[in-house]
Structures are given as structure tokens and as C-alpha cells.
């Protein structure tokens, strides 16, 4: 009898001690989208909305920011705002006990600043008490699929004052190394099976200034000076919108357009501004999502 009551004092202490060792905790699931991050106050409103609706989609996913940036992390800091690299963040959800975390890249394609995002998120999985498991969401752009809706999707986001004889161009900041600069003349193929009138053109890349200005239909002497909207193909509308797109250097595209005889409609947005563009990218961060386990989001679209 004294026996068997040590060997059941001592089972009950096993079973009591096994879980909290051995036994798989349950999963703590966290979301961290990853942005090149802006020192623009305008995109910086941007982002700030796009974590909004991010976190409205999944209510009880917590939602936080990485940014890729350097240069926007050192300039923040100075301004005091929030400035935490993406590895930093993914280091923090860790800490704070996130065990399953969805990362959602920000960028338009798969270029050199997404390629970082994965090998960072590839880096913080599996370490001692970090987190069990990383996937990363791609770009806005990461199939043809995804080129075709962006397609529709910008199309329809022109204001109504935009005619149909109205040259549009959409401005990306295109790749020039690897295979993501590939995307934005994909991307014009699709634009132009919508709409004739409509193109891209990069920063930094192919589709250039110059070859966009060359494909626009020819301006006729005498006749009104055909409208062309500048429409921003980022995902906010920060430095490069500002600067290179409608800044007041004679080399600017605003500038450019104008002196070729066209008139200049200027449409500052990001594209995380637009919801049928959001939704791209959060169809995206579904995947990402399922790939961690986490359940599918009671989505209110
Ligand atoms: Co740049």
C-alpha cells in the first residue's frame, strides 16, 4: 500500500512534469509585413492605412512592420519615428513569445530588395527559442496571373476624368539586374490588351523614359495637346514619385511629357493605396498565412 501510493505520487508527478517540457506549445501566429519604409509623409500615410486594412482582414493576427531600407531606418531615427529593420522585427515578435509568423513582402516584384526579405525570414527560422516557422508572401507581381489582375486593377482606379483617347502611363522602378525587371514589360502587355493607350515605363529600368516617350502616339501640330496621366507604379508614393516622376528638374518624367507638346495630369497615389491592388497582395499573404498553419482569415472584403 505505501508502494503504490509513492509509485502514484511519482506517476502524477510525471505526468505533470512531461508537458511542460516535451509537449508542443500551441502555435502563436504573428504577421510582419516587410517595406522598403519612406521618409515621405504622404506614403508614409500610405503604409499606415495598408497596416490598418491589413490588420481589419485578420483581427486576430497581431500585425507589424519591418522595413528594408537603411537609408529611410537612419533617416527616421533622426526624426524619432519608428524605424525597425525587418530582421529586427522578426527578432521582436520571437521575443515576445510569436512562434508562426507570416512575413508579407511590399514589394512590386521579385527583385533584389525581396530577395533580402526571404533570406532574412529564411535566417530567423529555426533558431534556439526564435521562431519554429517563417514563410514569406511574394510580391505584388509574382505571377502572370497577379501582372493581369494588377492590370484591371489599375485600369479601373483612374479617376473619371481620365477619356479614353487620354494617354495613361504607369511608372515602376524597374530592376536592372536578374530576372524581376522582365516583369514590367509583361506588365505593359498586359495593360495594353486593356487599353491601348496605356503603358509602363521604369525609373531604372526597361521600359526607360526614353523608350516610353517613344512609344506614345505622336503628337499632331495644330491640334489640342494630347492629356497623358503619370501614374506612380509603387507601392507608395514616396522620394522617387516626388523626385523623378513630378519633381521640377528638367529631367523629370513631368517634365519630360510636357515639353514634348503633351499636357501633364499628375495622380500621386501608391499602389497600397488602391483596395483592388491590397487585395493582390493579401491574396498573397493568405498563402503565406496557410503555409505557417494559421487558419484562412474571416475575410470582409
Ligand atoms: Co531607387
Known sequence: ??????LFALL???VFAVPAHAAEKPPRFAIVLASFGSTDAKAQATQEAFVKAAQARYPDIPVYVGLTARLVQKKLKEQGKPATSIFRAL???ADEGFTHVAVQSLQVIPGEEFEGVQQVAKAQEGLP???KRVSVGGPLIASNEDAASLASALLAAL???RKAEDT????????PHGVGGMIYPSLQWHVHQKDKNAFVGTVEGTPSLEETMAALPLVVKGKPAPKVWLVPLLAMAGEHARNDLFG????????IITKSGRECKALRIGLLDIPAVRNIWFAHLDEALAAVGAAPAKAKQ
Do not use: Q, Y
Open 1 to 6: 500500500m505505501r508502494i503504490s501510493r509513492t
Open 12 to 14: 502524477l508527478c510525471l
Open 91 to 93: 527578432a521582436d515578435v
Open 129 to 131: 527559442k526564435g521562431l
Open 159 to 161: 479617376p473619371k476624368e
Open 168 to 175: 495613361v502611363i504607369f511608372v515602376g522602378h524597374g530592376s
Open 248 to 255: 521640377d528638374e528638367p529631367d523629370s518624367w513631368k517634365n
